[in-house]
């Protein structure tokens, strides 16, 4: 691994996330959905953002672009805060910090033109109405769909069709930052390559930043650079895609890694991870994996790891980084 | 001796604007005692439908040609009544979204004794006796506790097996699940995976699962068919079928997923999608279906209609070219569209 993989640091932090956590109420209680989370996003670099369902990487992505109050920690961009957005107008230094969201049926009216819809972002940063039709003609032959597409109107598109659609109107805002939250969970296996293929294109060709926000694995293992493991409002791994994917270190990373199917006909059944994710209301104490981990040893009930430096990416595990398990790995 | 399930040339025509529409076209598979036999497609390949008929739950006007036989009963022309029993008892369903399987209002209890007190006859406390045993099979934790619990107190994954037991309730020989696992997380999906594997070694339950994703039918299928517009494309043993498939259409699917293979490939090798979308119902192109997105398509195969023919022991192909490499590499054909 000594060298084979890119140096992300060398290029500006476009995003970043210091001690963030997003809180919600829930019958007079405070959940902590999201609980000190630290992360960057480089100009040209893809960061996926895993983790299963609850565990916090959704309201970490909303955050981020500044969707969710921040209850903690500090979200930055280009250097200056992300304001969470109110009634007011959102700050225009924030225009080159978008986001695609996971539903495209949803995130785009349809009773509007697809060429109005994606002109929105080239008019909004001050442009004239017919330089916003030029431009969502031009964007819309970027993503892979007919200059035509213009003066047609969502419901004419496949869904595969439409993400890419809001993919073309994000771009309109010409970001130089955006956040996709699971955007091609919702779409079929052939389009999802397609989708999956023109956003890490996008990022390789023109320097954005991207910080997908995904539960499918392979698909963050296909796209991006860095991975970054969520569970229960932490992270508890990040590392450039290869480490993690092919050596992942925390116990949690292993067992999501391993519970990957593989299509290879050789009827393998992927492992199984005991036991549910616990409630975010009532989190176990100490490391919070500890009651499903299989390496779990007395310190673990007790002692809250922070991110250390094990095997080359940081990994919150305090077995792991112990020196006598730093000797084994 | 005929296996629990024999499909032969299964034809479902259901009403359109246009008329009737074959949505499944000429499709036999057979599904035996113990055993996992998985469809793979996409969205509108006629899959589901196909669990639709074995349970006779096919849309108003719809007609049905070919056989169906369960336990040597055609089930094509069994009466209402008849499907009525057979339903749950002897054939159950699991389906994608457990939140609409489930009852949110009546306790998990009502819910999975039901079928025993209904089809087996069981009196209130044998039944509660069996469905705490059964709620146990499936791991939920707290059996005894979780039968006054309602839908809505659970996670995705607990609702899945909550909807499995309810299926297996009246202890059925034959479960259809479709898309069991596709709204789950990969740690959940490996739980469901498992069990499905267990009942199959433990009770001989038959199973026919519906997925997209060749991951899970890698993992549990011992024979996988592949169908595309309603038509099969390719059947035959799991290893076979998907490490040296035969079809351009299997080899599509499977070059459209990421390869875990190569994840020591510093350049990391860009998703190769299958160009196109499928056909819509009624709108299926003359001769092999899947031509016109076909890199490997020759002039016959936009007017011949191509019929499985058995190209290995249990192995059916319907793709008379057969041009794909027989050692399972992935071929890249010159001037393949991008």
């Given amino acids: 691994m000594t060298g084979a993989t890119p140096v992300p640091a060398a290029e500006p932090t476009l995003l970043e996330l210091t001690g963030v956590a997003v809180e919600y109420g829930r019958r007079g209680a405070r959940v902590r959905a999201v609980d000190g989370v630290d992360l960057t996003v480089a100009a040209g670099e893809v960061v996926g953002l895993v983790g299963e369902s609850g565990c916090g990487k959704s309201s970490l992505g909303r955050a981020a672009v500044g969707l969710e109050p921040l209850a903690a920690g500090s979200a930055r961009f280009l250097g200056e805060p992300v304001t969470t957005i109110g009634r007011g107008a959102r700050p225009g230094r924030l225009r080159r910090l978008q986001m695609v969201f996971q539903d495209p049926y949803s ?25 916003g039709r030029t431009r969502a003609a031009a964007l819309l032959e970027r993503v892979g769909l007919p200059a035509s597409a213009t003066g047609a109107y969502p419901h004419e598109f496949s869904g595969g069709q439409l993400q890419r659609i809001a993919i073309a109107r994000t771009l309109a805002a010409d970001p130089l930052c955006f956040v996709a939250d699971e955007p091609i969970s919702a779409l079929d296996a052939s389009a999802q390559a397609t989708v999956a293929n023109l956003l890490s294109g996008l990022v390789r060709d023109s320097g954005i930043g991207l910080l997908l926000v995904s539960h499918d694995l392979s698909v963050v293992r296909q796209v991006a650079d860095r991975v970054a493991v969520m569970y229960l409002g932490r992270v508890v791994e990040v590392g450039t895609t290869e480490q993690v994917w092919s050596r992942p270190q925390h116990p949690y990373t292993q067992a999501l890694v391993a519970a990957i199917p593989r299509p290879d006909g050789g009827g393998v059944l992927p492992a199984d991870l005991p036991g549910d994710v616990p409630d975010p209301a009532d989190p176990p104490s100490g490391c919070r994996f500890h009651p499903r981990c299989p390496i779990v040893e007395d310190s673990c009930r007790t002692t809250d790891p922070r991110p250390e430096t094990v095997a080359g990416r940081q990994v919150a595990c305090v077995v792991r980084a112990a020196p006598a398990a730093r000797a084994d790995a | 001796m005929e296996p629990l ?35 793979a497609g996409e969205s509108g390949s006629g899959k589901t439908m196909t669990a639709m008929t074995l349970l006779g739950l096919l849309p108003h006007g719809a007609r049905t040609s070919g056989s169906a036989r369960f336990d040597g009963r055609e089930l094509l022309t069994l009466g209402r009544r008849q499907l009525r029993d057979l339903r749950g008892r002897q054939i159950a369903m699991v389906s994608q979204d457990p939140s609409t399987a489930l009852h949110p209002i009546l306790p998990v209890g009502t819910q999975v004794t039901e079928h025993m007190r209904h089809h087996l006859g069981l009196s209130k406390s044998a039944a509660r ?93 011992d024979r996988v068919a592949v169908m595309y517009a309603g038509r099969l494309a390719e059947s035959g043993p799991r290893a076979q079928v998907l490490a040296t498939p035969r079809h351009p259409y299997t080899r599509g699917l499977l070059d459209a997923l990421p390869h875990p293979e190569a994840a020591d490939d510093p350049a990391r090798v860009a998703l190769r999608p299958i160009p196109g979308s499928p056909p819509s119902l009624g709108d299926v192109p003359a001769g092999c279906p899947f031509h016109p997105r076909c890199a490997f398509a020759v002039p016959a195969c936009a007017t011949d209609r191509p019929e499985p023919v058995p190209v290995a022991a249990g192995h059916l192909l319907a793709c008379p070219p057969d041009p794909l490499p027989r050692d399972g590499a992935a071929p890249v054909p010159e001037g393949a569209p991008a």
């Fill in chain 2, 5 to 39: 399930l024999r499909v032969e040339d299964l034809r479902v025509e259901l009403p359109t604007r246009r008329g009737l529409r074959p949505a499944v076209d000429g499709l036999s598979f057979d599904v035996a005692e113990g055993e996992i036999v998985g469809i």
């Fill in chain 1, 107 to 131: 995130s785009l009216n349809p009773r509007r033109t697809v060429g109005d819809l994606v002109a929105d972002g080239v008019t909004l940063g001050g442009g004239s109405r017919a330089e």
């Fill in chain 2, 129 to 221: 006796a069996e469905a705490v045993e059964l709620l146990a099979t499936v791991r939920i934790p707290d059996p005894e506790r979780a039968l006054g619990a309602y839908p809505g107190q659970f996670s995705g994954g607990m609702r899945q097996r909550i909807a499995i037991a309810v299926a297996l309730a009246a202890r059925p020989r034959l479960l259809l699940a479709d898309e069991p696992t596709t709204a789950l997380d990969v740690t959940v999906q490996a739980g469901i995976l498992r069990l499905l594997d267990r009942l199959r070694r433990e009770r001989g339950l038959a199973v026919l699962v519906i997925t997209h994703d060749l991951g899970v039918m890698s993992a549990v299928a």
